[in-house]
């Protein structure tokens, strides 16, 4: 008798849905096959697990559908989220490779170097000190500055001193 019924039972939904789908609008008709759907998605799980055929674990991967309908509008940031994933490892490779613009951009003359801190040939030690002290306070990354300026100026006082 109970395998008699299932069938009667699935075609009766059957016919009920083709006649609310003829008889709907399209919206309407587009809930109607959602609800069918998970109506028969939810049968067939609650079938499966009655009977002792299904997982546990599939079945609360199944009750987890009805939040896969909130959570499908949330896909179309996938493209955003995905553009600032990116940016962000190109920002960390960019901030990388800044080590080695510290490298390439040395400074090697004295001239330069009085250039940097902005000094005349002849300044003295103290000089020197004072120059690399005012713009270090400016130009420190913990203010505000960059390594680059920072490198720089540390560079400039060494060749300066020695």
Known sequence: MFRLL??????IAIILFVKA???GSPQRRKKLVFGFLFSV????VLFLTLTGRLHYIAAVVTGLIPFARRIYPLLRYVPVLRRFVSERR???QDKD???DELKKATITTRDDALKVLGLAEGASKQEIVDAHRKLMQKCHPDRGGNDFLAAQ???AKDILLS
């Open 153 to 155: 100026l540390n560079q």
């Open 97 to 99: 490779e800044s080590g």
């Open 41 to 44: 998605l939810f049968a067939g």
């Open 90 to 92: 190109k920002g960390k």
């Open 21 to 23: 789908y003829n008889s």
């Open 6 to 11: 299932i069938p009667v039972i699935v075609l």
